[in-house]
């Protein structure tokens, strides 16, 4: 087989020369392993159906707290099923423990024989690929309970068990998780409400610290400082106005006082008698220097003869009346003297008046600069005092949307644990119970068979090809050129006598390179 390159009559000779060394253990290996079977004890395997049925309430309506996937829910299940809380109470209910029998073991070998598989079916794969996100469906419409075990009453018995501890985990699992989650939105709700009433004190109390100085204030704190600066501008024209009226009214009063009073100086006679004798000085100067023409001789004497004729009246006046009525003129002249003149009055309250207008108007301009340095610090904090309000600000409407969201939210839960409660949600019902296994599940007689036909199969192929490559025989043409690497001249075939078929083409295959009885076959073949 090595020295040339096989065909496929190659092939076919190789087939009908070790056909039995193929066949005979490929005819004994089935048998062999179907008997193998029966060394293995046997194991019952049963199995229970449980349905899932979606929610009952449309899914726009009411959606479901529970968003986990069904395949990984039920893999959760049988996860909380298997543990030694839930198994340990089934073992004793049952009566599968025995005494000294080590629970754990016992345990750890329902772990190993429990299976949970999904029922998956075409129309469910349909429903998925239409399903839109968000929602519930599933493309598992249940699930089935497997257990094996060495009895089949046993297997059927604690395959119930496990069925119905998943779907009492199922229900009491749904019923937490929508509790759960409806007592934290409500805890969050409490929470949100706590920090946004302390954040409506702070913004309460942050609009009254800075009254006048919110953002919307600025504009209205800028029309009222150009206000008061206007104001405070025509009070001091009006200030400044009224203390010039004020000094002129004053000199206006010291001219007339001054007057009023020399006025009532000429009345007196020993004042009159002190002129007269001071114009009489100056009289008598003026003539040492000037003629009795001079003017101012002229004046000086009409001065002293008024002054004289002044003099003359009051000495008359007084000598006709008497003591009496001489003390009660006296009275009345005094009081006469000691009161002032109309207009010196009316100066006088003028000059009240402008008091009291310069101190109004200095009390106003006070006030207007402590208003104007009062919305001038408003205006210059309003960029600060606008960040701080627009954090709080945004800090309060964020709570306040959070808050109402957790609202929604809540109310959305409180929907749902009431739909759970009613169980009108997604709920898992036993379809079939656990069957009672008619036939072994292990070991499977037929696949032990089959399994044995493959080997022994495989066993005689190789032992075949082992066997032909061994094989150094020369049986053809080809193979004597490959040996001898020489050119054949003349080849003569094997003559033997054999029986002549029936013409029906038997045995074609077995007999297609023997040659037939009473010939002889001679190939020549030309040197090179």
Request: charged letters at 25%; glycine letters at 6%.
């Amino acid at each position: 087989m090595a020295d040339r390159e096989l065909t496929m009559d190659d092939y076919l000779a190789m087939l009908r020369r070790r056909m039995k060394v193929i066949l005979i253990p490929t005819l004994l290996a089935p048998l062999a392993g179907f008997m193998v079977s029966y060394v293995f004890a046997p194991k019952y395997t049963a199995q229970s159906l449980v349905l899932v049925e979606g929610q009952k309430v449309p899914e726009g309506i009411v959606q479901s707290v529970i968003t986990e996937d069904l395949t990984e829910r039920i893999a959760t299940l049988q996860q909380q099923v298997l543990t030694q809380r839930e198994l340990q109470p089934m073992l004793e209910h049952i009566g599968l423990t025995k005494p000294g029998q080590d629970v754990d073991a016992v345990i750890d070998g329902i772990r190993g024989n429990m299976t949970v598989e999904p029922v998956v079916t075409d129309l469910s794969q349909i429903g998925t690929a239409k399903k839109k996100p968000g929602t519930q469906s599933s493309p598992v419409p249940g699930f089935t309970v497997n257990y094996t075990a060495t009895s089949a009453r046993e297997a059927q018995q604690i395959c119930n068990e496990l069925t119905s501890l998943m779907l009492t985990e199922n229900y009491s699992s749904r019923q937490d998780v929508a509790k759960g989650t409806t007592d934290f939105l409500s805890k969050q709700v409490d929470d949100t409400k706590r920090n946004l009433d302390e954040l409506d004190s702070k913004l309460a109390a942050f609009k009254k610290q800075y009254t006048g100085q919110l953002p919307g204030d600025e504009e209205n704190n800028l029309k009222i400082l150009t206000a008061l600066n206007a104001q405070l501008e025509a009070n001091t024209q009006t200030l400044s106005r009224a203390q010039q009226d004020k000094t002129y009214t004053e000199s206006q009063l010291t001219q007339l006082l001054s007057a009023w009073k020399t006025a009532q100086s000429t009345n007196n006679p020993q004042t009159l008698q002190q002129q007269l004798s001071v114009l009489q000085s100056q009289l008598i100067d003026l003539q040492a220097r000037y003629t009795d023409d001079h003017p101012d001789v002229i004046k000086a004497k009409a001065d002293i003869a008024a002054i004289k004729k002044r003099l003359a009246e009051i000495n008359s006046s007084s000598g006709a009346d008497s003591d009496a009525d001489t003390a009660s003129k006296d009275k009345d002249k005094d009081k006469q003297q000691g009161t002032e003149p109309l207009e010196i009055r009316q100066l006088r309250l003028q000059l009240h008046q402008y008091d009291d207008l310069i101190s109004q108007a200095t009390k106003a301009q006070k006030n207007l600069e402590q208003e104007i340095a009062l919305y001038q610090g408003r205006v210059s904090l309003s960029p600060v005092v606008e960040e701080q309000y627009k954090q709080l600000a945004r800090d309060y409407d964020n709570t306040q949307k959070v808050y109402q969201d957790l609202l929604a939210d809540k109310s959305k839960s409180d929907i749902a644990l009431h739909m759970e409660q009613a169980q009108q949600g997604e709920q898992m019902k036993l379809l079939n119970p656990a069957n009672l296994p008619d036939s072994p599940s292990f070991p499977n007689r037929i696949l032990f068979a089959a399994g044995g036909l493959g080997a022994g199969l495989a066993v005689g192929a190789t032992l075949a090809l082992w066997l032909e490559l061994r094989d150094k025989s020369i049986r053809t043409q080809a193979d004597a050129e490959a040996a001898l690497d020489l050119p054949m001249l003349v080849a003569v075939p094997w003559v033997v006598e054999v029986a002549n078929g029936s013409g029906n083409g038997k045995g074609h295959f077995w007999n297609r390179n023997k040659p037939r009885a009473g010939k002889e076959t001679i190939k020549e073949t030309a040197r090179p």
